[in-house]
């Protein structure tokens, strides 16, 4: 998705996480993510780093690859001239109204069921509509409004399965977290796809985690 903000244009997408880029004339925009917890009204900082405009320099592009849900908000600044910081743009996650896309990993056409009702109970939660992906069609049909429907632009895809801990970058490899992954100095999860060990969980388990259901 852009967005226009006088001379600058910001790129966002969430598919499957969150990804930020800006261009224009400045040489550095500062790029924060904020995270809601729950019943809470003020947010914690997850990650900010600056990044370079038009994909020029080796840190050209803002992302957490995080994959699961959380209520998070985008925030871009940049340096104004007697003014100092100024933000120029913040968007909170929000797919009421907008194409998620649902991604089932699984085999078992039982399980797949399954992950398809919390699919629907994530819906009724949220009020967006849904796309389904699976190995299934008999689980596809049940979303007919969408089924075999091409050139889709999506809001938000989740991929729900059962995914190994594949990232390799340093806050996984970090062994004082004991195996978990850590962001903004206090929040601290399984992996970028699951937010704790899916090995001794049952089917709608794994889907709860993965969709903020739990």
Not at 14 to 35: C, Q, R, S, T, W
Not at 107 to 136: P, T
Not at 159 to 187: C, L, M, Q, V
Request: some cysteine; proline content about 3%; overall charge neutral.
């Amino acid at each position: 998705m852009y967005i226009s903000v006088n001379k600058d244009l910001i790129h966002y997408d969430f598919n499957p996480a969150a990804k930020v880029k800006v261009f224009g004339d400045d040489l550095l925009y500062l790029v924060e993510m904020l995270e809601y917890k729950k019943n809470q009204q003020s947010p914690l900082m997850l990650a900010n780093y600056s990044v370079r405009p038009n994909g020029i320099g080796l840190v050209s592009e803002f992302s957490v690859p995080i994959q699961f849900y959380y209520d998070f908000e985008i925030v871009v600044s940049k340096l104004l001239p007697e003014i100092g910081i100024q933000k120029i743009f913040t968007h909170r996650y929000n797919d009421a109204g907008k194409l998620v896309r649902f991604n089932l990993h699984t085999e078992d056409v039982k399980e797949a069921i399954i992950w398809y009702n919390r699919v629907v109970q994530y819906q009724k939660l949220h009020m967006c509509e849904i796309y389904i992906d699976s190995y299934f069609s008999e689980v596809q049909v049940l979303n007919k409004s969408k089924y075999k429907v091409d050139g889709l632009n999506f809001y938000k895809t989740y991929n729900i399965g059962r995914f190994p801990k594949a990232s390799k970058d340093f806050k996984t490899r970090h062994t004082s977290e004991h195996g978990h992954i850590r962001y903004g100095y206090w929040k601290s999860f399984w992996s970028y796809e699951h937010p704790r060990d899916w090995k001794n969980l049952t089917s709608q388990e794994i889907a709860d985690d993965i969709l903020g259901l739990s």
